[in-house]
Every structure is written in structure tokens, then in C-alpha cells.
């Protein structure tokens, strides 16, 4: 019996995978709404979550627990239609339910099953990063360095398959055999120089540093060196069309002047109200009553208009809630700071920080997960969650400490 849900859950996984990569791409040329691959996905998941919650650690049962209570008191009193919360809610519960699917596949008494999910997400990860290149090429030719240049992740994806290629690159590092074998993977980094996606700045020297750092003298230097030439490489191809033209990517970019205004502008200046400032008005709009600091407004509000009508609290807000998100900002304003608080425990309780030995692997997925809270709302992607999880729950596993000493 348990062979044959494992079957089941591991073919569903390898649909949902490809399917969740492709999707955007797809409605795109279909011109069509998403939302069908959505809800499709979202109850795919949940599915594979049911299968596996009699398997559930008693430590992440506990986070979970939490999480869902915050969850229950807010809808105790926002007084918004039960549809409405729960369309709210899939994003946070696809989350939880992704935890609880992994944590089975990755536990301890499963490593070959483990083996088995860690060969197919390599060709998984193959087979998309190889798709990149192509599709990002002609998003760029059509559409310039802009937001359309998204992959297989289509119109305005651009930021999470940023993430999604660093996530893989990453994971197909530990099963190269040779410097050309690198050199090729490193190539799959090329549509990150196409969609403007100014994080890359900062993602692309830190993956190729932690991919090559070994506390050694020469690896140190030769980790430093091969980020620099990165970094040299990034900032003479890279492009943009935010309106400004500077002599030098690098030091344009990292100017105080333009990381004030691309994170701190005022919302009279900016129609996308800057990261920072969205988190700084969250809590300032939170911290007006003990309760919705603690539990949030209310869910649905980054997705009312898909069911039923919109909130009064929505509808005034819209201005706030609109354009590039943090996902600490789409915390706050649903759940409050415990559900802020609840998601950086799970994520400690996932990648086993204090109980484990840490590895470069999951300590640059928690970097990014850090980066993501701050920077823009890419686990909401369905794809990219279960590209970023996935890593997370390999990186912690005995399959992965393997894997290290047989390709060292």
C-alpha cells in the first residue's frame, strides 16, 4: 500500500513540477488567465500534503499548529466572507502543505526514496534551465530587458525565475564532474543578464563564492576571484530599461541615491510604492491596534478580485497592496508579526538550523529566503516553492551529505 502511494505522489509531483514551470508561458501564448493552473495546482499539492501527513515530525507538527491558530483567530474577527479567506489562504496552506509532503519524501527512513526524487528533479532542473535560454532570448528580443522576460515563467516573472535558475544552478553544481560540465551550467546564467533584474548583482557573485569557497587558502582565492570576474561579466552585459542610463551598472546601482529611491522613495514620488517604504507603512498601519499587529488584517486581499467582491479595507488599500511586493510586506498585512514570526520558524525548523551541522547549501538558501522576505513575494510562484523547498529539504537530507562525498 505504501509503494503505491509513493507511486502515485512522486507521478503527480513530476506533473506538477514541469506543469508549474511551463504555465505562465502557456496562458501567455493561449492568452488566456491563470488561475485554472492555479487552483489546479494549489489542490495537487494539498493532495500530496494529505497523503503524507500521518508522517509529520512532532517539531514541525508544533510550527504548523501555531501557524494554523494565528491563522483561526484572525478569521474569528475580520468578518469577511468565508470564500473570500480562503482565497486568501491558498498561498499560506500550499506552503504548509509543501512542508509536510517534503518532510515525508526527505525523512530519515526514506533515502531511497529520497535517491529517487533527487534523480528526477535533476533532470527536472536540466531540462529548465536549457528551456531558459531560448524562451528568455526571445522574450529579450521582443520585449527588451524588462519584466516580460520571465522564461517559461512568462510576463512578469522575470524576479522568480531569477531565483528558480540561482536555486538550480546551484543544485546541478553538486553533481558536475569536470571544469567544462561547470562551465556549461554557468551558461544557463545567461538569461539573468537579459530580464533587469537588478538582485542578480548580488546573487550571481554569491552563488558562484559559495559554490566554489572551501576553507582553504587557494580555494578562498580562487572562490574571490571566479565571483569578481562574475560580477565584471554581469555589470559590462547587463541592461535595463528603468529610465536610467548610468555610466556604470555596478557602482549606478549601489549608489546611495538610487537605493534610497528604489527602497525608501515616498509613495507621492513612486505609482509602485519602494519595498521598504510598503514595510514601513505595514507596521505603521498594523501597530494602530494590539490585535491586527498581532493577527494581521485579513486574508484575500492580494487576491480579491479573483472571488467575490472585494473588501471595504481592500478596496481603500489597493494603492498600497499593487506592484512589487516583499514577501515580509504580504506576511504583515494578512497575519501579522506572528504569522511573520511562525513562517521564519518553519523555515528554521525545515532547514534545521541549531540541531544540524550547516552546510553552503542550506545556508545560501536561507540567505535567499532572507532576501525574498525583503526583495519581492516569489514564494507565492507555485513553482518556484517547490524549486526553493525542494533544495531546502535535499540540502538537510542524508542523500545530499552523499552526494557531497561522492562528487568531491
Known sequence: MRTAVNNLQKTLFSILLYVSACSGLIADIAQSSRTAFYFAFDLTIIA????????????LALVLVFIVGCIAFNLSYNGNDI???????REIITILCLAIYFNDVFSD????????YTELFKRFATVFLVAQLPVAAYQFSIHGPSDAVGGTYGNLGSGNMTLSVICQVFFLSHFTRSNTQRALLYVCLVPLFLNETKVSFILIPLLILFIHFQPR?????GAALAAGVALFVFNSFFTTNIGVNFDNNL?????????????????????????????????????ENTITFLF???????????????????????WLMTGTRPYLFFLMIQGGMLLVVGFIWLMLQ?????VENNNKFK?????LFILVMFYNDALRSHNITIVYFFCVFYANSSVYNKHVEEFA
Do not use: H
Request: hydrophobic content about 45%; cysteine-free; proline content about 1%.
Open 48 to 59: 500530496l500534503a494529505l497523503m503524507s501527513i500521518a508522517y509529520v515530525r512532532a517539531k
Open 83 to 89: 470564500l473570500y479567506s480562503l482565497n486568501g489562504l
Open 109 to 116: 527512513e526514506n533515502e531511497e526514496l529520497a535517491a529517487e
Open 217 to 221: 587558502l587557494k580555494s578562498i582565492v
Open 251 to 287: 557602482t549606478g546601482i549601489f549608489s546611495k541615491d538610487f537605493i534610497e529611491g528604489y527602497l525608501f522613495g515616498d509613495v507621492y514620488t513612486y505609482t509602485d510604492v519602494p519595498r521598504f517604504t510598503k514595510i514601513i507603512l505595514a507596521w505603521q498601519l498594523l501597530a
Open 296 to 318: 494581521g488584517f485579513e486574508y484575500g486581499i492580494f487576491r480579491s478580485t479573483e472571488v467575490g467582491d472585494t473588501s471595504q479595507f481592500s478596496q481603500n488599500m489597493q
Open 350 to 354: 525545515i532547514n534545521r538550523f541549531f
Open 363 to 367: 545556508t545560501f538558501l536561507f540567505l
